[in-house]
């Protein structure tokens, strides 16, 4: 009897052994998750408050709140799942029901989990299907952010992810008439659905020779989208190299509220890229209206060189240049043109 109960106890102990090794192996995982329960009920099921979700990291786990999360006061429970996918946490916090009834009313809930062998020290947060940016424990180990604004407690632990896709550059030159002067403009397409914003700079100076062209976004904390272009090469200020440049600003998760456009002329050499020049090109609001086109005219960055007694400025200008037509590669359009989409003053326009 006593060698079954020992057989038995050395079972047990190694089926713990063999669960908790499993637990190491599989990767990230939720566990330890309740809630608060009803805090203060209300009869709307339209008035809601602001969620706030913050993280702690613990060694390889993470512990998260999830503070004032709404949700139907006839729930018996809040599921939260999370799935991992290249540096991508992806969580789903859900209500929970006995049977199919539903309450006329919901309720602020206080939701705690864990992310067990959460490691790495960035990931890319998406809560409920809602994309908050990118999070980093590198320099503290807890985080926090109002999902419903995107405010932050620690403004350093979150990063908004924008980044720049479909950039393309079209060469003008050609097409230039000698003595003819094209101004440098901006036209910006807001699809409010998407997060996506697009931007098509029409006339844009480049260096004369040049081996780099790039560009860079990036959202800060107070809602300014920062555009580069960036180049390698000497100054514009002699060149006659013309050129449309198109791009697409993606993954733009909150409301912009301004917007600023700058030309680097970098040296690229052995210890990296060193910037030669800065030039802020544009600085104002971005207030979007739905679906909203804006037309910004810039100047000429051989312009802003002769007006500028450092390489660090912010020129502003918002006289409009009229008549010009131009196809969405860019070219001024002469003539009569055909049926179709162009461009003027920054606005898509129909020809019929």
Same mark, same amino acid.
């Given at each position: 009897?006593?060698?079954?109960?020992?057989?038995?106890?050395?079972?047990?102990?190694?089926?713990? @052994?063999?669960? =908790?090794?499993?637990?190491?192996?599989?990767?990230? *995982?939720?566990?330890?998750?309740?809630?608060?329960?009803?805090?203060?009920?209300?009869?709307?099921?339209?008035?809601?408050?602001? &969620?706030?979700?913050?993280?702690?990291?613990?060694?390889?786990?993470? @512990?998260?709140?999830?503070?004032?999360?709404?949700?139907?006061?006839?729930?018996?429970?809040?599921?939260?799942?999370?799935?991992?996918?290249?540096?991508?946490? #992806?969580?789903?916090?859900?209500?929970?029901?006995?049977?199919?009834?539903?309450?006329?009313?919901?309720?602020? *809930? #206080?939701?705690?989990?864990?992310?067990?062998?959460?490691?790495?020290?960035?990931?890319?947060?998406?809560?409920?299907?809602?994309?908050?940016?990118?999070?980093?424990?590198?320099?503290?180990?807890?985080?926090?952010?109002?999902? &419903?604004?995107?405010?932050?407690?620690?403004?350093?632990?979150?990063?908004?992810?924008?980044?720049?896709?479909?950039?393309? =550059?079209?060469?003008?030159?050609?097409?230039?008439?000698?003595?003819?002067?094209?101004?440098?403009?901006?036209?910006?397409?807001?699809?409010?659905?998407?997060?996506?914003?697009? @931007?098509?700079?029409?006339? *844009?100076?480049?260096?004369?020779? @040049?081996?780099?062209?790039?560009?860079?976004?990036?959202?800060?904390?107070?809602?300014?989208?920062?555009?580069?272009?960036?180049?390698?090469?000497?100054?514009?200020?002699?060149?006659?190299?013309?050129?449309?440049?198109?791009?697409?600003?993606?993954?733009?998760?909150?409301?912009?509220?301004?917007?600023?456009?700058?030309?680097?002329?970098?040296?690229?050499?052995? #210890?990296?890229?060193?910037?030669?020049?800065?030039?802020?090109?544009?600085?104002?609001?971005?207030?979007?209206?739905?679906?909203?086109?804006?037309?910004?005219?810039?100047?000429?960055?051989?312009?802003?060189?002769?007006?500028?007694?450092?390489?660090?400025?912010?020129?502003?200008?918002?006289?409009?240049?009229?008549?010009?037509?131009?196809?969405?590669?860019?070219?001024?359009?002469?003539?009569?043109?055909?049926?179709?989409? *162009?461009?003027?003053?920054?606005?898509?326009?129909?020809?019929?």
């Amino acid at each position: 009897m006593k060698r079954v109960i020992f057989l038995l106890m050395i079972a047990m102990m190694t089926t713990r @052994f063999s669960a =908790f090794a499993q637990n190491e192996e599989a990767g990230l *995982y939720v566990g330890d998750v309740s809630n608060s329960g009803c805090k203060s009920q209300t009869r709307s099921t339209s008035v809601r408050g602001n &969620t706030i979700l913050k993280l702690t990291r613990d060694g390889d786990n993470i @512990f998260g709140e999830l503070t004032d999360f709404y949700a139907n006061c006839a729930i018996s429970g809040i599921s939260v799942e999370c799935k991992e996918d290249d540096h991508t946490l #992806n969580i789903m916090a859900e209500e929970q029901f006995e049977g199919f009834e539903r309450a006329e009313c919901i309720c602020p *809930y #206080n939701v705690s989990f864990t992310l067990f062998n959460a490691k790495e020290e960035q990931y890319t947060l998406i809560v409920n299907n809602k994309n908050l940016g990118n999070v980093s424990f590198e320099t503290h180990s807890v985080v926090e952010i109002d999902i &419903t604004t995107l405010e932050q407690a620690y403004e350093e632990g979150f990063e908004y992810p924008v980044k720049i896709r479909n950039f393309n =550059f079209y060469e003008l030159t050609q097409w230039i008439k000698p003595g003819e002067v094209r101004k440098p403009e901006l036209a910006a397409f807001h699809y409010a659905n998407y997060g996506t914003e697009e @931007f098509l700079y029409l006339n *844009y100076r480049l260096p004369k020779e @040049f081996t780099y062209l790039d560009s860079q976004a990036k959202l800060d904390a107070d809602s300014t989208l920062v555009l580069e272009i960036i180049t390698d090469g000497s100054s514009v200020e002699e060149s006659e190299r013309i050129a449309s440049l198109t791009m697409e600003v993606v993954n733009v998760v909150k409301p912009l509220k301004h917007l600023r456009l700058i030309h680097k002329v970098v040296a690229i050499g052995e #210890n990296g890229m060193m910037d030669k020049e800065v030039i802020t090109l544009y600085e104002g609001d971005l207030n979007w209206v739905y679906d909203q086109v804006k037309a910004i005219e810039l100047k000429d960055l051989s312009e802003c060189r002769k007006n500028t007694s450092s390489n660090v400025q912010s020129i502003i200008s918002n006289s409009p240049n009229e008549g010009s037509l131009y196809d969405f590669t860019g070219r001024q359009i002469i003539g009569q043109p055909q049926r179709g989409m *162009y461009i003027r003053n920054g606005r898509k326009i129909v020809i019929k």
